[in-house]
């Protein structure tokens, strides 16, 4: 049956790809929609974008996914939802001396994903020395010996959490939208064969169930708690990330800086200009969480995994040594939902009529959020994925995957805690 305006929709996941679709359906006119989270308030907790900025920029080792950064960085420069929790102070993406040949090799083919591509002509400057980092980036005064790469000025960041709450209180003013919060989803069930999807809810103060004609998990990294089935394709992974604080001084200092990623080191952003924190995440292959072969986030993340802080002063020793003591403040491992391709999944579940995925974030997914959830309606509204790489993919083995722009090798947080 075709879906029409007036079917019922349930959002389960109010997180990143969970408001934009939501944004996208009330925006097309869809009727009934209901969003559920567990958290209390929105960003919650455990969601992804509950973070002071994530990174924007459009370089991509597949060009596929550099065209759709690049309609997203049209909306975040432009679309009065979004812009104002947008920056674009450009991208210092490069290798310090020390990296592995697997790093260089990854920043070379993200760079020849864009250096042709009309949309950033002159936007881009080779760094081959220490005096062509400082052009760019004179406040970075760190040795940087032997540290190559380019700046990209057709990028930036995003104020994600602040960008999460302006659309969740735009959505929930939408007509026909429903949001409720403190609800965590515990199962999933057919109703009387055809008659729509059930799902049960866990609430402070007792249960509930939910009925709708469709039903949309984007549950980010917790998806497998709820269908084991998509536990193969799917693996939970953290990383640390973690805020040096600045005084106002100092944070003027750093001011317009560009987001700099060292592939083999980690990244840090400009000082947030409200409260002066510095936001950075090492590199690295990540942590996971396994039980019984599937890997779900932790309720409690507020923790630094042995190894970690050493690995966030190495990048202030080598790009701002002046900090490299400043105490580590408001840290927490962040989980994404890797698949072994690195592809999102957004599908129809096989043999379960009205279900469906939007997932496998892969920790490059925020960038997205204006228009992620317009590919989440283009689904539901052709009935099939004709985007073969989002597809649903029995067989695929995320947890086995070696991803090209990451270094070192994933560990399980039981073998380090
Ligand atoms: C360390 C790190 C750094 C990153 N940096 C970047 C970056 O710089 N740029 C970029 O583009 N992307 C980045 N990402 C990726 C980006 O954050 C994710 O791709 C994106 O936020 C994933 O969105 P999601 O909707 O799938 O999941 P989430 O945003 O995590 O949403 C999931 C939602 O589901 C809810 N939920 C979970 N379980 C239940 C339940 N049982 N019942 C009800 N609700 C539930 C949660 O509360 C949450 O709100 C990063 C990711 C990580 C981990």
Same mark, same amino acid.
């Given at each position: 049956?075709?879906?029409?305006?007036?079917?019922?929709?349930?959002?389960?996941? &109010?997180?990143?790809?969970?408001?934009?679709?939501?944004?996208?359906?009330?925006?097309?006119?869809?009727?009934?929609?209901?969003?559920?989270?567990?958290? $209390?308030?929105?960003?919650?907790?455990?969601?992804?974008?509950? $973070?002071?900025?994530?990174?924007?920029?459009?370089?991509?080792?597949?060009?596929?996914?550099?065209?759709?950064?690049?309609?997203?960085?049209?909306?975040?420069?432009?679309?009065?939802?979004?812009?104002?929790?947008?920056?674009? =102070?450009?991208?210092?993406?490069?290798?310090?001396?020390? /990296?592995?040949?697997?790093?260089?090799?990854?920043?070379?083919?993200?760079? /020849?994903?864009?250096?042709?591509?009309?949309?950033?002509?002159?936007?881009?400057?080779?760094?081959?020395?220490?005096?062509?980092?400082?052009?760019?980036?004179?406040?970075?005064?760190?040795?940087?010996?032997?540290?190559?790469?380019?700046?990209?000025?057709?990028? %930036?960041?995003?104020?994600?959490?602040?960008?999460?709450?302006?659309?969740?209180?735009? =959505?929930?003013?939408?007509?026909?939208?429903?949001?409720?919060?403190?609800?965590?989803?515990?199962?999933?069930?057919?109703?009387?064969?055809?008659?729509?999807?059930?799902?049960?809810?866990?609430?402070?103060?007792?249960?509930?169930?939910?009925?709708?004609?469709?039903?949309?998990?984007?549950?980010?990294?917790?998806?497998?708690?709820?269908?084991?089935?998509?536990?193969?394709?799917?693996?939970?992974?953290?990383?640390?990330?973690?805020?040096?604080?600045?005084?106002a001084e100092e944070?003027?200092?750093?001011?317009?800086?560009?987001?700099?990623y060292s592939r083999?080191?980690?990244?840090?952003?400009?000082?947030?200009?409200?409260?002066?924190?510095?936001?950075?995440?090492?590199?690295?292959?990540?942590?996971?969480?396994?039980?019984?072969?599937?890997?779900?986030?932790?309720?409690?993340?507020?923790?630094?995994?042995?190894?970690?802080?050493? /690995?966030?002063?190495?990048?202030?020793?080598?790009?701002?040594?002046?900090?490299?003591?400043?105490?580590?403040?408001?840290?927490?491992?962040?989980?994404?939902? $890797?698949?072994?391709?690195?592809?999102?999944?957004?599908?129809? =579940?096989?043999?379960?009529?009205?279900?469906?995925? /939007?997932?496998?974030?892969?920790?490059?997914?925020?960038?997205?959020?204006?228009?992620?959830?317009?590919? =989440?309606? $283009?689904?539901?509204?052709? &009935?099939?994925?004709?985007?073969?790489?989002?597809?649903?993919?029995? %067989?695929?083995d995320a947890a086995?995957?070696?991803?090209?722009?990451?270094?070192?090798?994933?560990?399980?947080?039981?073998?380090?805690?």
């Amino acid at each position: 049956m075709p879906l029409t305006k007036d079917n019922s929709i349930l959002i389960v996941g &109010g997180g990143t790809f969970g408001l934009s679709t939501a944004y996208h359906l009330a925006q097309a006119g869809y009727t009934k929609i209901t969003i559920l989270d567990k958290g $209390d308030s929105i960003p919650s907790p455990l969601s992804a974008g509950n $973070d002071l900025n994530k990174i924007v920029r459009a370089e991509y080792e597949d060009p596929f996914y550099a065209e759709l950064a690049l309609s997203a960085i049209a909306e975040w420069a432009s679309n009065p939802l979004f812009a104002p929790h947008y920056s674009q =102070v450009g991208y210092l993406l490069g290798n310090s001396a020390a /990296a592995p040949e697997k790093s260089k090799r990854s920043l070379a083919k993200s760079l /020849a994903s864009i250096e042709r591509h009309p949309a950033f002509a002159k936007q881009i400057t080779a760094i081959n020395s220490r005096d062509d980092v400082r052009a760019v980036a004179p406040a970075l005064d760190g040795p940087m010996d032997g540290w190559t790469g380019y700046f990209n000025r057709l990028a %930036g960041y995003a104020r994600a959490a602040d960008a999460l709450r302006s659309v969740y209180v735009a =959505v929930k003013e939408m007509p026909g939208v429903d949001v409720r919060l403190g609800r965590t989803v515990v199962s999933l069930n057919h109703e009387d064969g055809n008659a729509g999807l059930a799902v049960g809810v866990n609430t402070a103060s007792g249960k509930e169930t939910y009925t709708a004609d469709l039903v949309i998990l984007t549950l980010g990294a917790s998806l497998a708690n709820l269908l084991p089935s998509i536990g193969q394709q799917i693996t939970a992974k953290s990383w640390l990330i973690t805020h040096i604080q600045l005084t106002a001084e100092e944070a003027v200092q750093l001011e317009g800086i560009p987001v700099t990623y060292s592939r083999d080191l980690g990244f840090f952003f400009e000082p947030d200009r409200q409260t002066g924190l510095l936001k950075i995440s090492p590199s690295g292959a990540g942590f996971t969480n396994r039980n019984n072969g599937i890997s779900v986030p932790l309720e409690k993340n507020d923790f630094v995994p042995p190894g970690e802080e050493e /690995a966030v002063r190495n990048i202030l020793r080598e790009h701002l040594p002046r900090f490299a003591d400043r105490p580590l403040v408001n840290s927490k491992m962040c989980w994404c939902a $890797d698949t072994a391709d690195s592809e999102y999944i957004i599908d129809f =579940v096989p043999e379960r009529k009205g279900l469906v995925v /939007a997932t496998g974030d892969s920790g490059h997914a925020f960038k997205m959020f204006p228009v992620m959830g317009g590919w =989440v309606r $283009d689904l539901l509204e052709k &009935g099939q994925q004709d985007v073969a790489r989002w597809r649903w993919k029995e %067989g695929n083995d995320a947890a086995a995957a070696e991803v090209s722009w990451r270094v070192g090798s994933t560990r399980d947080l039981s073998e380090v805690l």
